[in-house]
T-cell receptor
Framework: GAVVSQHPSRVICKSGTSVKIECRSLDFQATTMFWYRQFPKQSLMLMATSNEGSKATYEQGVEKDKFLINHASLTLSTLTVTSAHPEDSSFYIC??????????FGPGTRLTVT | AQSVSQHNHHVILSEAASLELGCNYSYGGTVNLFWYVQYPGQHLQLLLKYFSGDPLVKGIKGFEAEFIKSKFSFNLRKPSVQWSDTAEYFCAVRSSGGSNYKLTFGKGTLLTVNP
């Protein structure tokens, strides 16, 4: 079946640097990609929604200039955390959905900013 | 706006005990409802979903859930849990119709099953 992969699975970076997280869908076309972040012992919080080839729509309170989302193809979306700070440390999860309502979550990326 | 409440933060059971995890949602329109499971160190997996029809839906691994519209509830049940069911369980809701798959999640319930 379809699989959604994320790379890297874990990343540690220094404060002020940028980190790119890739989300790839295999065997299906991800027309819509959702990016979530999950803090320890908390729920998944939707950050943004992107449709292939369009600009992402960000949820209230999410800085679009800090969390850059690119969804240029039906199989790849990227989330770039720019000028990362310790408070950005979290678990980032992508969720890919196709037009026929197939949907799969990625395994997540653990970001630690020191 | 949609919201989802999961009343139990942490549930501890012994093997063979019965399980019921509560989920209530708030939304004025027609909804689709989901339960996801996240095993330790793994990604979210769909347990079951309700779109329409029979309000009692059966999912994988012996789980089932009942949609009670009048109570805005979608509780998850399993008659006899196993140690391998130890995981975090999330209830989620989306408005039905359209192609937008945006989900609103509850805060999750951690289930610990002791052998």
């Amino acid at each position: 079946g379809a699989v959604v992969s994320q790379h890297p699975s874990r990343v540690i970076c220094k404060s002020g640097t940028s980190v790119k997280i890739e989300c790839r869908s295999l065997d299906f076309q991800a027309t819509t990609m959702f990016w979530y972040r999950q803090f320890p012992k908390q729920s998944l919080m939707l950050m943004a929604t992107s449709n292939e080839g369009s600009k992402a729509t960000y949820e209230q309170g999410v800085e679009k200039d800090k969390f850059l989302i690119n969804h240029a193809s039906l199989t790849l979306s990227t989330l770039t955390v720019t000028s990362a700070h310790p408070e950005d440390s979290s678990f980032y999860i992508c969720h890919a959905a196709s037009l026929n309502s197939e949907q799969y979550f990625g395994p997540g990326t653990r970001l630690t900013v020191t | 706006a949609q919201s989802v409440s999961q009343h139990n933060h942490h549930v501890i059971l012994s093997e063979a005990a019965s399980l019921e995890l509560g989920c209530n949602y708030s939304y004025g329109g027609t909804v689709n409802l989901f339960w996801y499971v996240q095993y330790p160190g793994q990604h979210l997996q769909l347990l079951l979903k309700y779109f329409s029809g029979d309000p009692l839906v059966k999912g994988i691994k012996g789980f089932e859930a009942e949609f009670i519209k009048s109570k805005f509830s979608f509780n998850l049940r399993k008659p006899s849990v196993q140690w391998s069911d130890t995981a975090e369980y999330f209830c989620a809701v989306r408005s039905s119709g359209g192609s937008n798959y945006k989900l609103t999640f509850g805060k999750g319930t951690l289930l610990t099953v002791n052998p």
